[in-house]
Structure formats: C-alpha cells, structure tokens
C-alpha cells in the first residue's frame, strides 16, 4: 500500500511540474510578444504621431499579420523530396519492371528479329498480365516473367506458321493454346490467354508492317534494324 501511495504522489508531483513548466511558457511567450510589440509602438512613436499604446496595438497587429503570411508560405511550400517519390525515379522504377533485353539477347548482333519480337511481345504480355491477372498476387516478378516469355514464344510460333502472303498478323487465344500445347507447355486459364492474345494483338498493330515483311522474307533470323 505504502509503495502503491508513493507511486501515485510521485505521479500527481510529475503532473504538476508539468503543468507549471507549460504555465511559465505561455507566460514567457506572451512576454515576448509583448515587448516585442511595445518596442515597435516605441519606435513608430519617434517617426508617427502615434502614442505608446496606439504604436503597440499596431505593432501587435503587425506582428499578427507578419506571422500568418510566414504560415501561409510554410504550408503551401512543397515539403523536401524523398528518394524513390521524384517522376525520374519513378520512370526508371517503370523500367526496371521491364524484362531485360538481356533475357533475350546478350550482343547486338545476336539481336534478330526473333529475338526482338520476343521482347516486345513478351513485355506486353507481361505488363498486361501485371495490371489485370488476378493470380499475379501469388506470383513473384521472376516467375511472372517467364510466364511472359513462354507466352511470347508460342505467339511467335503462331506468327512464323502464316503463309508468307499473309496480310492478318492477330493472334488468337485458341492459337496460343494450340502452340503451347505443342511446346509442352501446362494449360493456361482463358482468361490468361485471352489477356495474351490482346496485349499481342495491339503490339502487333504496331509493327504490322515489319512483321508482315519478316513474314513474307521469312527472316526471322535477320539482325532487326530497330533504333
């Protein structure tokens, strides 16, 4: 009992010393304020007809204003940048999720233009599957990646079986189904490949007429004469 009594004395002491202390900082903190607005009233007394008091609530006024303009301009000025939140890092965050050209060719001459539709096609495959796949959450960045790949080589395979006269360079869900079922591939869900097949379908619009050439020369193994 007596420890439990000195627990809480010592507790109340504490509390009270708190109190005094914020006490005497509200009081040096209006003793400022105030002297230092009586010596502006003391000043502007010496070069305008004010007297003491008038100076004074002038210069508390002035005080006042000068202190809500400072405030204003601390609030609305930007805070300090942080690492990893500038849009140039964000960028090369963005490219960094990119699959590496590494992963498809290690020189340049090695760059054909196989292996650069793997690229392009593989890294929409991947960005749409990262944005819409449901079942991406239970899988690394690796792996997703090669998901990708694989997905991207079966769509070659459907491009390099077209007749060299071939104007329609689309690729199906069903195709990819049929090329990775030939690659040894396990089954994909539909809606993966349908995801695949789309983010093929518009890339391919954009290199339509590479890809038809290459189609029609069958020159997969070209060196791709791409900036």
């Not at 420890?3 to 005094?20: K, T």
């Not at 400072?70 to 690492?83: H, K, N």
């Not at 090369?92 to 999720?97: F, N």
């Not at 590494?102 to 990262?130: C, H, P, Q």
Request: contains cysteine; hydrophobic residues 45%.
């Amino acid at each position: 009992m007596r420890c439990i009594v000195r627990v809480r004395g010592e507790a109340i002491v504490r509390n009270m010393l708190l109190l005094m202390l914020f006490v005497v900082l509200i009081l040096i903190s209006f003793a400022l304020i105030v002297g230092i607005s009586v010596g502006i009233g003391w000043a502007l007394t010496r070069v305008l007809p004010f007297s003491l008091f008038q100076g004074t609530a002038v210069g508390m006024l002035a005080a006042l204003a000068t202190w809500m303009i400072w405030r204003r301009i601390i609030e609305s000025s930007p805070g300090p940048v942080i690492a990893g939140e500038t849009g140039d890092e964000d960028e090369e965050e963005e490219e960094e999720r990119e699959i590496p050209e590494s992963k498809f060719w290690n020189r340049k001459g090695e760059r054909t233009w196989e292996n650069w539709f793997r690229y392009v096609l593989a890294n929409a495959i991947y960005d749409e599957l990262d944005d819409s796949w449901d079942g991406v959450e239970d899988m690394d960045e690796r792996t997703l990646q090669e998901q990708a790949i694989r997905l991207a080589d079966a769509a070659l395979e459907g491009l390099k079986r077209k007749p060299v006269y071939t104007r329609r360079v689309r690729i199906a869900p069903d195709t990819l189904k049929h090329e990775l079922t030939r690659m040894g591939q396990f089954p994909y869900p539909q809606k993966v490949l349908k995801m695949a097949a789309d983010a093929v379908s518009a890339e391919l619009m954009e290199w339509g007429d590479e890809v038809r050439e290459v189609i029609s020369e069958r020159s997969w193994g070209e060196p791709a004469d791409v900036i």
